[in-house]
Antibody
Framework: EVQLVESGGGVVQPGGSLRLSCAASGFTFSSYWMHWVRQDPGKGLVWVSRTDENGRTTDYADSVKGRFTISRDNAKNTLYLQMNSLRAEDTAVYYC?????????WGQGTLVTVSS | EIVLTQSPGTLSLSPGERATLSCRASQSVNSNYLAWFQQRPGQAPRLLIYGASNRATGIPDRFSGSGSGTDFTLSISRLEPEDFAVYHCQQYGSIPYTFGQGTKLEIK
């Protein structure tokens, strides 16, 4: 069974930084593209970033480009999202997801609140 | 960027009825990489359908997906009480991946 467990969320001031982690189990982590998706409170889902199986290829939504960095450690079966220069509009639940042609499998999410 | 428009915004039906949800794309979805997710309050999205018409593992056969190109449909043949939730469509054929705004399926 695919399991994805996010951690690292919390309250941070505007301009601050936060690092999210996603621990994966139940599948061969190093064989899959991995993604981050966020959901504003009470609103829709927004794709944030993705990385290929070995972390060499990364893509970002325009809204986070230059501020967020996705990475992975295949030895630890863990995905990361380094978030810098945070803004109020980055407040959301952040989900990690396993990608692939058979659709996204999701973690339970971690809440990030950017507020002074 | 491909914009996905879901309709209706809210659908009010009774248990046992059939639900039909629509997702329209602003341009053709590559390889019909269109997925449907169910989301209950306070929970993560749950994959129902991938590749427009393939049911994910463990999903009951009352859920079915159809369509191609720019027009896609999720059908739920006989609504169960646990089916009342928000449904999202997503295209994962081109970057940036995008989601529809969601359809809320509520009990009439």
């Amino acid at each position: 069974e695919v399991q994805l467990v996010e951690s690292g969320g919390g309250v941070v001031q505007p301009g601050g930084s936060l690092r999210l982690s996603c621990a994966a189990s139940g599948f061969t982590f190093s064989s899959y593209w991995m993604h981050w998706v966020r959901q504003d409170p009470g609103k829709g889902l927004v794709w944030v970033s993705r990385t290929d199986e070995n972390g060499r290829t990364t893509d970002y939504a325009d809204s986070v480009k230059g501020r967020f960095t996705i990475s992975r450690d295949n030895a630890k079966n863990t995905l990361y999202l380094q978030m810098n220069s945070l803004r109020a509009e980055d407040t959301a639940v952040y989900y990690c997801a396993r990608g692939g042609t058979t659709g996204f499998q999701w973690g339970q999410g971690t809440l990030v609140t950017v507020s002074s | 960027e491909i914009v996905l428009t879901q309709s209706p915004g809210t659908l009010s039906l009774s248990p046992g009825e059939r639900a039909t949800l629509s997702c329209r794309a602003s341009q053709s979805v590559n390889s019909n990489y269109l997925a449907w997710f169910q989301q209950r309050p306070g929970q993560a999205p749950r994959l129902l359908i991938y590749g427009a018409s393939n049911r994910a593992t463990g999903i009951p056969d009352r859920f079915s997906g159809s369509g191609s190109g720019t027009d896609f449909t999720l059908s739920i043949s006989r609504l169960e009480p646990e089916d009342f939730a928000v449904y999202h469509c997503q295209q994962y054929g081109s970057i940036p991946y995008t989601f529809g705004q969601g359809t809320k399926l509520e009990i009439k």
